[in-house]
């Protein structure tokens, strides 16, 4: 955990200057302060396991120590808000310039891992207990680079979750490592104020609430008891069990891109009814294949073939937020119900989930969702919300889908680094060279109930 080795170790990257500091407390009692919606805040309080502070460790093939801070330095020029520190109990980031610990470990490994397991994150990465950094006690964001013999390198960005969602912080790795190589680029959107006008009021979320489910939100006594036993027992759950939620867990596939792309044409209509697309996406046709693959291998003959699907989607468009707006919460979780997928083709599966995601009017619903759930976090309602999603039951398997495959791997000067890996979830698909990985989360085999054995045949 970050502050376990020597201060010596440790350089306090601040926002344009790279000037050592033995301090990481923060500074500027009277700096600015800008609002965490409640919706990034309900992500800061659970332990690490639930992705409260997730890395992004890349493998490079060379690496630059002092390119690498000093554009670390203007990025976070550009970026205050990856420099402060939490506020009001996480309510709040003060804009402090108490800056980013850069952590430079000299391994005597010749060469950086060539296959890089989640599980070595506990090696490469800082992680902070984030009831720390909940409170201000602790950076928002942690950097660790793991220099090997050879030049290759091993870097890893963690961020609080209240601070950058997937998007946000992938948005910021391209920001950075486009200043690592000499490029001014646009910097991404911090100031939240066009995101923040769009959270409804109650009354608002309530009308919203009706439109979409027919029914207003109530609130729970639950959303009080789990975010108090979370923060009750989140750092003794870290202590004991900190490696729960970093890869021990998720199988591992590679899919190579001419193997998605037979997917692909596969699971493409070659005729269909009208007013219906002939044309599937890569996500459409993968998720297709998973369906109907561990559907024909794990669920039993007998089952009535239900089959929820979540993917984690982002709503900026939708909502008319720049794409490069930086948000703790800019995810949405979009549900699609299959029946008796067991009896439908590759194709057929294919095409249900293309048309329930790709119309103009489920584009409208994502925005619509966002600000449900936005506003939904504001009144402390949000769990009447995310029951619909949590329940499994009368369904035969649930896919929970976390795609990531088209961020474009960063390259900080020296190539493209050639392997990233993260403890974001749950079903996760992330680049590869050459093709994607998946890391399936331990939830798609329980929601059908299967044995170890079927496991390993699927």
Not at 338 to 353: Q, Y
Not at 435 to 447: A, R
Request: glycine share 8%; charged share 20%; with cysteine.
């Amino acid at each position: 955990i970050w502050g376990s080795a020597s201060p010596s170790s440790v350089e306090i990257i601040r926002p344009g200057s790279t000037s050592p500091s033995p301090c990481c407390s923060g500074c500027g009692q009277n700096a600015k302060i800008i609002r965490v919606l409640e919706g990034e805040n309900g992500f800061g309080w659970g332990p690490l396991a639930m992705a409260s502070y997730p890395a992004i460790a890349m493998v490079l093939p060379k690496a630059d120590e002092k390119t690498l801070k000093s554009s670390l330095a203007k990025a976070l020029q550009a970026v205050p808000t990856a420099a402060g520190r939490f506020c009001q109990n996480g309510r709040g980031l003060q804009l402090n310039g108490a800056g980013v610990p850069f952590r430079v470990v000299s391994s005597n490994e010749k060469r950086a891992p060539e296959r890089f397991e989640e599980v070595q994150l506990l090696d490469f990465a800082d992680f902070p207990n984030p009831a720390t950094v909940y409170k201000g006690k602790a950076p928002v964001m942690t950097v660790k680079l793991t220099k090997f013999q050879d030049g290759s390198a091993v870097l890893c960005m963690c961020r609080s979750h209240m601070l950058f969602d997937g998007t946000s912080a992938w948005t910021f790795l391209a920001y950075w490592s486009a200043l690592a190589r000499g490029q001014e680029p646009k910097p991404p959107i911090w100031n939240k104020d066009q995101a923040i006008a769009l959270v409804p009021d109650e009354e608002e979320t309530q009308q919203i609430a009706m439109q979409e489910n027919g029914r207003h939100l109530k609130w729970s006594p639950l959303d009080v008891v789990l975010k108090a036993t979370m923060v009750l027992f989140s750092s003794t759950y870290n202590a004991l069990f900190r490696n729960a939620g970093v890869g021990l867990y998720r199988d591992r596939l590679f899919f190579a891109d001419a193997e998605l792309a037979a997917l692909k044409s596969f699971a493409t209509p070659k005729t269909v009814e009208p007013g219906k697309d002939n044309w599937v996406s890569t996500q459409e046709a993968f998720v297709a294949y998973m369906i109907h693959t561990l559907g024909q291998q794990l669920v039993s003959p007998t089952a009535k073939g239900a089959c929820k699907v979540v993917f984690f989607l982002d709503p900026r468009k939708s909502v008319g937020l720049p794409a490069d707006q930086l948000l703790g919460s800019g995810l949405v979780l979009y549900m699609v119900k299959i029946d008796n997928f067991r009896r439908l083709s590759l194709t057929e599966i294919a095409s249900e989930l293309h048309e329930a995601l790709s119309s103009k009017e489920n584009a409208k619903k994502l925005g619509k969702r966002w600000r449900l759930i936005s506003g939904a976090s504001e009144i402390k309602k949000v769990f009447d919300i995310y029951m619909e999603y949590l329940t499994t039951s009368g369904c035969d398997l649930v896919l929970q889908i976390n795609n990531s495959s088209k961020r474009e791997l960063p390259d900080f000067g020296s190539g493209r680094c050639e392997q990233v890996v993260t403890n974001a979830g749950p079903t996760l698909l992330l680049p590869a060279k050459g093709g994607i990985e998946v890391f399936l989360h331990s939830g798609v085999f329980s929601s059908t109930g299967c044995s170890s054995a079927q496991k390993q045949k699927a």
